[in-house]
Structures are given as C-alpha cells and as structure tokens.
C-alpha cells in the first residue's frame, strides 16, 4: 500500500499542474460534482480537491484562472446546497484522496477522520488517516488507529504495510531520542531560492548552486507553473537567482541536473506537461559560450519508450552517471541504475541491484565520492517518513547494506536530493530538498552536523608503587604505525590527547631509565562520549643485576617498512630503552634477534630478519654501544611463539602477529 509516483512529477501535479485552463473550463460546467470527478480522473488532484470541497461547502469558486494556488484565497463565491448521507461519504472520501495524492497530509487528515467512520464503506479509510496522523507527527494516535486497522482489515497487504508503519514509527521514537541531535543544524535556505511552489534537487558546479523550482515565471504566461532550472552562487546567500540560460518550450517541464567535472556537460529530467502520462526522459545539453544548447534525448539505453528514466547524477570523477527509472530489468517499481562515461560516450546501463533496490521505489542517486558511499531516496525501508535517505558504502558492482541516515537528514515526510560539500565527512556540509516544512513540496535545505573533538586523558605510574612518573613521553601511532601526535606527561603522571574523530590508538610510553610499554584504545563504548579516561599505564624500572643470561625478552614496537629492514621511527624509543640498558650495564654483551611469521620462503623470511637484526645493531652503534657487545641474527620462521595457522589450517592473523617480532637476550654481564 506505498504510494507510487514519479515524485518529480508529483512536484508539478502538487504544485502547478493544470491550474488555469482546469477552472477555466470547470467555470462552464452546472454539475461541479462531475466536474471534480472529471479533474480525478484526469489526475489534476489539486482540481479536483478543491471543487470537491466546493461541493462539501456549497460553495463554488467564479474567479476561474484568477485563483491562485499559493496565496489561496478566493475573489467571489456563490452558495449551493450542501450534499448529505451517501453522496457527503463519497465526496469525503474523493477530496481525502485528492490530497493524499497530492502528498497534503495536513489536508487529507480531516477528511479521512471522518471516512473513518463510515464503517466498512471505504475499507482503506482508517489506514490512510493513520498515515497522514503520522506524517503530521501524531505519532501516538497513528500507532492507535495502525492498530486498530489491523485488528479490523481483511486485506492482507494492506494490514503487512500497517505492520510496517508501526515499525517505522519504532524507528521515529527512537531517532528522537538520539544524544546526538545537539550536533545537528538544519536551515531552510534564505534569500529567494524558497519563494513559493517547489524547489529542490539542488547540485554543486564551482561556487554555483543548481536547483529546480516551479516558481511563477512572469515572462511566461502561457505556463507560468513550469519546472525550470535556476542557478545562484553559494556565497550570496540566494539573494540573485537566476534562470539557467537554456531553451525551453511551453508546457515541458525540465529539472534535476547534473554536471560533467569540467562544467561543460549537463544531463536533465525532461517531461511534458500537456499529459498525464507521466513519462520523464534524460537529455543531454553541452555548455558554450556561457549558454546551454538545446537539450536532447541522450543516446545509449537509458531512457526506454513507455517508461520514465530521471534524476541524473555524474560522480566526481566523472566515470559514471547513475540515474533513477521504471523501465524492464529492475527489482520493482523506480530502481536506480549506472552507465559508465568514456570521453563522454555512455556505456550499457546496469541495474545495480540488490541490496540498494527494492520492490518499491529508489530514487535520486548522489555518489559522495570521498565516502565511497550511494546516497539515495527510498520508501522501501523502515524509516521516518514516505521517502528517506539512505547511505550505501561501496562501489559500483559492490554495495553494502544501506543505512538509513536517520533523523534529523530524514523528516516524517518526504526526503529527496541531496549533495554534500563535506571534506571529511558527509554530513559536514549538506544541501537537501524536503517537505518537512510545508503542506504540498519540496523546499531546499542546509544541514550541518558538528563533528566535537574528542579529549583522551590517561596516566602513567611505576608499576612497583603506583607513583606517577613525570616527564614521560608517550607517542600516539596509529593503526598504521605512524605516529600522529606526542605529548609529554606533567608532575601528576598524567597527558591529554585530543583528536577529531575516535579511532585506534596505540600510546607508547617512554622514559630513561625504564622499559617501554604500550596501551591499545579504540572508541569508548558510548560513541558519543566526548571524553575517555584510559586506565593507568605502568612503567617498570630496568631491574638490577643480575640479569639472566639467556633468556629472550621481546622489544615491544620495533617497526620496519614493509617487506623491509629498514628502522620506522617510531621503533626508536624502545630501541632507546635497550641503549640505557646496556650504559646502565657497561660489560653486558647481548644478541640482537629478529623473527618473521611464515608467510614467504624459508629463504626470504631467514634473508629479511638477519637484515632487520643488523639494522637494530646499526642504530645501537650509532647511539655509542661498542660493536664489540652486540651480536645480531635472523631466525627466519624457525621460532615461532604463536601458531600461524589455526587447527583448521586457517590463517591465524594474531598468531602471526606475535612471530613478527624483535628480540634481544643477554649473553655476559
């Protein structure tokens, strides 16, 4: 029971379509019931709405064109005699839809309160005023009549898509509920990219922010309501608005852009306005100039006869346009589809399947290209509201599990286009069309999520007595191995670290006089804790003689680049801990020993660790230790502390991980 439309054609029949020439002739007619019945059938909903409620009132409007749709305001009016009994049911019920189809759930809401009520006249009644309570954000009173639809219908689909509605409003309570919603901002955009109508699918080129709107085109007065393409820099606030400098004929409809890197290419949704078939087509418009030339259908197999290809969006890279469409091939209704673009020529089209499409509706693909993540619209899954956004990580031919983006990205009602302008993250900085804030369409939107810095506090203290250590250098190396910051401890042991985003951390500490050691940290439980205290990290002191002779003692984070000898610096600090070791010991002789797990030859592993072994001794020569103390040598995989492979004969990553290893052992004091 999901509603299905082409929602940028639902944007011209909500908002524009057909207003004049349909009270032009409705002004001719004595039957203003067979009027609206008429307008229905013709799908001019927003018609037929309002000469239903004529009938309801008794009243008719005589202003024919004059109306107009977004002040709403009559010039004249006359009386008729309000209808009752079966025939108020049947009108009641007309106008209820009418909005329903026009996506008004605050106008359809009344109606279908009251249609309610009429028994089992119309069996979808209550199911549909529990779902405009929920779009209106009476969310406890729509889980009450969701349920009480359940209870009563007989229709099977429709009481699986009542069981879903309650699981969305779950969903609703929950998103609420988030400790993050702080870190939220959401403004309507200012200046004159709202003005009335709908306006939406907004896209980034340079500094120029891209839209489609239905606002009043005065110069136009044969289609003043047209979906039309406006253009206005970022950096003005939308105060200059202007109309993209491309033909177009009365009564065509042309809208939902995007743009080759270089600025110079634009596809866009084409359909006409002169019927009510609903079929959108992708054209293709090169820049020239400064001027757009005339747009036609592009070439290839994305748009199919009969069904609507729309909502094109190009990757940052150029390599790919995704786009949205009905036609054969797909997993239900709108799927979303790629064709890849080779010095401008589109390849084959490929439905990119599951788990992004449904068998309900996918529409309005953007690929955030740092992310590597599809966002895209969908009313196919348990969200907030009729279309949601959903985040897909991946790449074309390999997808993940869509997410939804959750409240405050998602509203309770329509949700559709978005673009981000995030560095690091895509909810930095985002561009999206919704109709959260107004009864009929789409308007444009600035989101932003703060991303806090997160604060890591910690303290080091001697392992024999608990006493903080001061000037203790701890490194923070990454999962990498780099390190990206040092900080040195203050009188009470302690340091603080702070950082843009959790992520794991390896602190290394470091003192003269001292073994070194290290604290693996990942994200505290609560991702949302801007703080995290780590436990303390103790140091041992470098014990006394003796020293047992013999006995191998590992050199915790000694790094080497890959597939290499040579040292990382971030090995230095332990190696230094082994230089105060032996000044501390001037007559101790020692070997130095390097190991590798079992991945590789015999012979290369045995080649690599004597090399690594000999690069440890170079850095203790070159820190003053007599050559003459030092021995070094590769033991390959021969002296393995760990199994490499699991009983199984699987690969046993930790296992291997212990082999790597660098070593020394005392061979005289």
Not at 260 to 281: E, V
Not at 582 to 608: C, R, W
Request: proline share 5%; aromatic share 10%.
């Amino acid at each position: 029971m999901k509603r299905v439309f082409d929602h940028t054609i639902k944007l011209t029949l909500g908002c524009c379509m057909m207003l004049a020439a349909g009270f032009v002739n409705a002004q001719t007619a004595n039957d203003y019931l067979k009027a609206a019945e008429d307008f229905f059938a013709k799908g001019d909903y927003y018609s037929a709405a309002r000469y239903y409620e004529r009938v309801l009132q008794g009243k008719i409007d005589t202003t024919g064109a004059q109306f107009n749709p977004y002040v709403g305001q009559r010039q004249t009016s006359t009386k008729q005699k309000p209808i009752s009994g079966g025939s108020r049911h049947q009108v009641v019920y007309k106008v209820a839809e009418s909005y329903r189809l026009l996506n008004n759930p605050v106008k359809s809401e009344p109606y279908y309160q009251e249609a309610s009520g009429y028994g089992t006249e119309y069996p979808l009644a209550r199911y549909y005023y529990a779902k405009s309570l929920k779009s209106n954000s009476k969310f406890d009173e729509a889980e009450k009549e969701f349920n009480q639809f359940i209870s009563e219908t007989t229709d099977e689909t429709a009481k699986a898509d009542a069981k879903k509605e309650l699981q969305n409003i779950s969903f609703i309570n929950a998103q609420m509920k988030k400790r993050d919603l702080k870190y939220y901002t959401v403004n309507k955009l200012s200046g004159n990219i709202n003005p009335h109508g709908a306006n939406y699918a907004p896209v980034l080129l340079d500094r120029n922010l891209v839209f489609t709107s239905t606002r009043k085109d005065s110069n136009d007065k044969k289609a003043p309501y047209i979906n039309r393409l406006y253009w206005t820099t970022v950096d003005d606030n939308g105060t200059n608005v202007q109309l993209v400098n491309m033909k177009q004929e009365n009564d065509n409809h042309q809208g939902v852009s995007a743009f080759t890197p270089d600025g110079n290419t634009m596809y866009l949704t084409k359909w006409s306005g002169k019927t009510t078939s609903k079929i959108a087509q992708i054209y293709q418009s090169t820049k020239t100039n400064g001027k757009w030339s005339e747009p036609v259908l592009v070439a290839g197999d994305v748009n199919v006869a009969g069904y609507s290809s729309q909502q094109p969006s190009v990757t940052a890279d150029g390599k790919y346009l995704f786009y949205a469409s009905n036609k054969p091939g797909g997993a239900g209704k709108f799927d979303i589809w790629v064709a890849s673009i080779d010095n401008g020529v589109l390849g084959a089209s490929t439905n990119i399947g599951a788990p992004v499409n449904t068998a309900d509706d996918e529409q309005a693909p953007y690929y955030y290209q740092l992310g590597k993540s599809l966002i895209f619209s969908t009313n196919g899954g348990i969200g907030m509201g009729g279309f949601d956004f959903f985040q897909s990580k991946g790449n074309v031919g390999a997808w993940q599990t869509p997410v939804n983006l959750g409240y405050p990205v998602n509203s309770v009602k329509d949700d559709i286009y978005l673009v981000s302008t995030g560095e690091k993250d895509l909810l930095d900085n985002v561009y999206l069309s919704s109709d959260r804030a107004s009864e009929c369409c789409l308007e444009m939107f600035a989101l932003n999520k703060i991303r806090p810095k997160r604060t890591i506090y910690g303290a080091i203290v001697d392992c024999a007595d608990n006493a903080p250590i001061a000037g203790v250098t701890v490194n923070f190396v990454d999962a990498k191995g780099t390190t990206i910051s040092t900080k040195t401890t203050d009188g009470n042991g302690r340091y603080e670290l702070v950082l843009d985003d959790y992520q794991p951390i390896t602190a290394v500490a470091n003192k003269e006089g001292y073994y070194s050691k290290d604290l693996n940290f990942n994200a505290p439980a609560d991702d949302f804790d801007e703080t995290m205290t780590n436990p303390n990290l103790c140091l041992n002191k470098i014990p006394p003689p003796p020293i047992e002779i013999n006995k191998p003692i590992v050199l915790e984070n000694v790094y080497y680049d890959f597939n290499k000898a040579t040292l990382k610096p971030e090995s230095f600090p332990s190696l230094d801990s082994l230089v105060s070791l032996l000044n501390f010991y001037p007559k101790m002789v020692i070997e130095v020993s390097a190991h590798t797990d079992s991945k590789g030859s015999d012979q290369y592993n045995l080649s690599l660790s004597e090399k690594r072994a000999k690069s440890v001794l170079d850095y203790l020569v070159q820190k003053g230790i007599d050559v003459a103390r030092l021995q070094s040598k590769g033991y390959g995989e021969t002296q393995p502390v760990a199994p490499n492979t699991t009983p199984e004969g699987k690969d046993n990553p930790e296992g291997r991980a212990k082999n790597r290893r660098t070593e020394f052992k005392v061979l005289s004091n």
